[in-house]
């Protein structure tokens, strides 16, 4: 997918649509708009990124999975077998793009599917059919003839490596807001290693560790207002 | 880990946490029954549930969405008696297959909880009786007769935000003999209005698709949104045009824009002025245009010789370097350059000087010879739908009585048609001109839209009967005698409307969930027993095919498409107005107006000063919309509360330095006649003499439980001023202090 951040206006559309396609609940958002802006006054930027399941080559989501539920479609979609989900939410803390959400009503972990459903039907996933400004393309980048393609072409689009996305950076930000590249982060062949061969015990006190690393994290946010993309890491 | 630099969604992290701790303690998962079922899925698919829009068995219906007023075309996909998902109708010209967050969202509306389910009665301070339409026809009807008698019918007002059932709501005004009609104006476009009618005899619109060179002074086109604008001003930019945006406020235009222009609040008039000095003075304007199209050319000129950029910067804080450029580019873009005239924003009701900075707008405007240009202003003629007098049984005598506003009246002449809800509370209180008794009040509340809800409020329970009409118990129906629940736009039919040359139908998706009504049954059982049953003996089919006939359609053949474009040839201009271009009293486009004048004003734009200066610590209260909320009726809605539960208030990092404010610190904002809390936003983002706080929060009814006391309301600290010529509210021009409480 491409997202086109000259285009893109934030009006959160594609994130209500696919709520509403995917009938969830109101917490649960498989695409956010993050808002940012930059500057002293009078001389601020501002600018809107939207984000969601990046759909990895290799993605560290898939590799943490202890029942195999996440798994990656030959076509490239990154999908959960909901039913195979345990809700143990590994995956959610190895997303780098924390683009998971848990379902706390189904207790299952949930996230962008591309909404293959639909695009088996030939229509396009919900947040591309809803965006008023036209600003995401959907399509196969394998094929140089699709629209996709072109658009990556015309636009110059940055491609978000080792990931299905692409964007048109903002005229107003410069690549560091743009997500980094995919690196799979250490600590998740750690715990492929150590943890998802142990049993249940294990598990609960790696549940404690997705706790603790989420606390940090959020923790860490309140400082992140600036700098180049490895620090954010 | 990426994170977001900067997110507004610290609490879905927090939720995130919350969940992570459900799943500690929970990792011996049983299967639960029925989750799936309950969420709508289907098991067994590899993926527990499929997408609402794809799933088998369904119907689609067309239809109108109303989470807004654009009136974009829907299809609305139902599955087994549900509204599963809502999705712009790819054949409607408005939507054009495209959606915003609350039209997608319009299911949460129709399925919220907290939504009225039958008529209330009121027994008690926010005690509430459910009783049967019977009842309360019966209660309300007799009540009307009995304050008519007494007082007059002038005695009753509606108040109304005007949806498409208004004609039915102003027919039972003029039955009932009440002159007092009255809409939300001048809260909203009054000034706007007053200042186009008068220069151009009507309000032009932006060709925003062709655009080259725009303006927007405040127009937030990316916060109050409109499917059809965001598409065309989005093409525009991609095929080259410069958006230029003047606002104190980083709004989501002047995000997006090429450039922000982050002018001294309520001084955007000095900037269109110097942009015509310069303009005029390198003759850089349509001299042709000017002389074919306009009266008062010498006029005008000759008075912003005085508005020079260098004068301008010091009111405006805007470089004269700036000025200047913008007015060359903008005058090398004519005619495909505009200034946009604006809803709400700089010129429509917010500040003192609204008028005289629309005249100059509308005049700057005129200069660039753009009117009719692609890519200018455009005066439409709207499509003329049939008569339905012929279905509607007999004409209703004219009222008698003056209104109580004195709109369209001696002091008011500009402001017929507009009128001054502001100014009903003070009316109500000292029951001048005469008693006002009783009011109705349809798809609006003005406890929350106009200014000073606490004199509302106060003024409110002075009345004897006091009827809303809405989906929800919003803030004004929560002080209501009777509170009639109106079925929400997926479960009814309204009047048919004209968008452009594309008529269009809303329709019912589903039935009726609740013991509610179409309003035009409610107005029907109103009148009904009010005595003036007789004006109402039609149905809405009658009355929609009537609007239909010349068409050669029906209701009943509109319903399978929801909408239908039809061919009218334009009809011929009114006796006395052939030899008129533009309907004002000279024919032409007014740069000196005549109708300003006899009304008391200069008749070319001045400078006016805005009424009120922040000074130390007392700072400008400024407000506007958001791209997920719609005024103040869609904070409840689940999907789009969770988009943004509550407001915030902006506050210039480095007065809120001075003021020893941190972001997210609670506040509290003072003014003259209230105070509320909120938290505080600190940011680079806006001017240091203004405040902002996004419109429609702060809801006081606790029957819209999520919406509840989130965030705050700035009609509590608006007082309630009337602006010259035009009456509007001027809800900007109110100082506040600002003070951490925690």
């Not at chain 1, 984000?51 to 195999?68: A, L, M, N, R, Y």
Request: aromatic residues 8%; positive net charge; charged residues 20%.
């Amino acid at each position: 997918m491409l997202i086109d951040l000259s285009k893109c206006v934030g009006c959160e559309a594609c994130t209500v649509n696919c709520q509403a396609e995917w009938q969830l609940e109101p917490e649960e958002q498989f695409t956010k708009v993050h808002r940012y802006e930059t500057g002293k006054f009078p001389q601020v930027k501002g600018g809107v990124v939207p984000t969601q399941c990046f759909h990895c080559h290799q993605p560290p989501c898939v590799e943490v999975c202890p029942t195999g539920a996440s798994y990656k479609r030959p076509d490239g979609i990154v999908a959960i077998d909901e039913d195979k989900c345990i809700g143990c939410c590994y995956c959610l803390s190895a997303c780098p793009y924390g683009a998971r959400c848990f379902d706390s009503s189904r207790r299952i972990v949930r996230k962008c599917y591309f909404c293959y459903p639909r695009i088996e039907q030939g229509k396009e996933p919900a947040c591309v059919n809803t965006c008023m400004a036209g600003a995401r393309t959907f399509g196969d980048v394998d094929d140089p003839t699709s629209a996709i393609s072109k658009a990556i072409k015309e636009t110059k689009a940055v491609p978000i490596r080792g990931t299905s996305i692409f964007y048109v950076p903002s005229p107003h930000l410069d690549r560091s807001f743009l997500p980094p590249d995919l690196k799979e982060p250490g600590f998740v062949r750690w715990w492929k290693g150590v943890i998802q061969p142990g049993g249940k015990a294990v598990m609960a006190a790696a549940a404690g560790a997705v706790v603790v690393s989420l606390a940090i994290n959020t923790i860490n946010k309140g400082g992140g207002t600036g700098g180049d993309a490895d620090a954010r890491k | 880990m990426w994170q977001p630099k900067l997110s507004r969604r610290r609490f879905l992290k927090a939720g995130a946490i919350t969940g992570a701790l459900a799943v500690g303690s929970s990792l011996l998962r049983q299967p639960v029954g029925g989750l799936a079922e309950a969420a709508g899925g289907v098991s067994g698919s590899g993926l527990a549930t499929l997408p609402a829009a794809v799933a088998g068995s369904e119907k689609v219906i067309p239809s109108l969405c109303e989470m807004c007023s654009a009136k974009c075309g829907i299809l609305a996909y139902v599955r087994e008696g549900r509204v599963v998902k809502i999705e712009g109708n790819p054949k409607d010209p408005q939507a054009a297959g495209k959606l915003c967050a609350r039209g997608s969202a319009g299911m949460k509306t129709l399925y919220d909880p907290d939504r009225l389910k039958s008529p209330m009665k009121r027994v008690g301070e926010g005690k509430f009786d459910p009783i049967s339409w019977d009842q309360a026809f019966q209660e309300i009807g007799p009540k009307l007769k009995e304050l008519k008698l007494q007082y007059g019918p002038q005695t009753l007002v509606w108040a109304a935000h005007p949806e498409l059932p208004a004609p039915l709501e102003q027919r039972f005004m003029a039955a009932f003999g009440s002159p007092n009609y009255t809409g939300h104006a001048p809260t909203c476009y009054s000034s706007r209005s007053v200042a186009y009618q008068a220069t151009y005899g009507g309000v032009p619109g932006v060709d925003y698709q062709n655009v080259r060179y725009y303006i927007a002074p405040g127009r937030n086109l990316l916060g109050g949104i409109k499917n059809p604008e965001v598409r065309k001003i989005v093409a525009a930019r991609k095929a080259g045009a410069k958006i230029v945006v003047l606002d104190p406020r980083m709004s989501e235009l002047a995000m997006w824009a090429d450039e922000w222009l982050p002018i001294r609040p309520g001084t955007d008039g000095a900037f269109m002025l110097a942009l015509m000095h310069v303009i005029i003075k390198e003759k850089l304007y349509d001299a042709e245009f000017v002389a074919a199209k306009t009266v008062g050319f010498d006029q005008l000129a000759a008075k912003v010789q005085e508005y020079s950029p260098e004068w301008a910067e010091k009111i405006t804080d805007i470089p004269a370097a700036t000025i200047t450029r913008i007015a060359r580019e903008l005058a090398q873009a004519r005619p495909a350059a505009a200034v946009d005239p604006c809803w709400h924003a700089a010129f429509g009701s917010q500040y003192y000087n609204s008028v005289q900075g629309g005249r100059a707008a509308a005049c700057l405007n005129a200069l660039l010879g753009n009117l009719g240009a692609k890519g200018g202003l455009i005066l439409g003629s709207p499509l003329k739908l049939g008569d339905p007098t012929g279905v509607m049984g007999p004409e209703p005598p004219k009222p008698t009585a003056p209104r109580w506003d004195g709109a369209g009246g001696k002091e008011w002449p500009l402001a017929k048609g507009l009128g001054m809800i502001q100014t009903l509370p003070l009316r109500i209180l000292e029951g001048k001109p005469y008693p006002i008794k009783a009011l109705i009040v349809s798809h609006l509340n003005p406890i929350r839209s106009c200014p000073d809800s606490g004199k509302f409020i106060q003024a409110l329970k002075q009345l004897e009967l006091v009827v809303t009409i809405d989906i929800q118990m919003n803030d004004t129906a929560y002080h209501s005698h009777y509170v009639l629940p109106e079925s929400t736009y997926l479960e009814r039919f309204d009047p048919v409307m004209a968008v452009g040359p594309t008529i269009v139908l809303r329709q019912p998706a589903v039935a009726p969930l609740f013991n509610t009504k179409p309003e035009e049954e409610i107005i029907a059982g109103l009148a009904q027993a009010a005595g003036i049953g007789q004006y109402f003996n039609f149905t809405l089919e009658q009355y929609n095919n009537a609007l239909l006939a010349p068409f050669g359609i029906t209701q009943e053949q509109l319903k399978a498409q929801g909408q239908i474009k039809v061919n009218q040839k334009p009809t011929a201009p009114e006796p006395g107005e052939e030899s008129k271009e533009f309907k004002t009293p000279s024919g032409k486009i007014e740069l000196a107006s005549q109708a300003i004048a006899s009304a008391g004003g200069s008749p070319v734009p001045v400078w006016e000063p805005p009424l009120v200066k922040p000074q130390g610590d007392k700072l400008r209260l400024i407000q506007g919309h958001v791209p997920m909320h719609t005024h103040n009726t869609t904070q409840n809605n689940a999907y789009l509360h969770a988009l943004m539960p509550e407001n915030e208030l902006w506050i210039h990092t480095q007065v809120a330095a001075r003021l020893g404010i941190r972001d997210g610190d609670l506040v509290e904002v003072t003014s003259e006649v209230g105070k509320v809390r909120i938290k505080a936003k600190v940011t680079e983002a806006i001017h240091p003499e203004a405040v902002f706080m996004a419109h429609g929060f702060g809801c006081s009814s606790p029957y819209l439980t999520r919406t509840y006391n989130r965030g705050a309301s700035g009609a509590a600290l608006i007082p309630i001023l009337v602006a010259p010529l035009s009456g509007a509210a001027a809800q900007c021009e109110t100082l506040v202090t600002v003070r951490k409480v925690g």
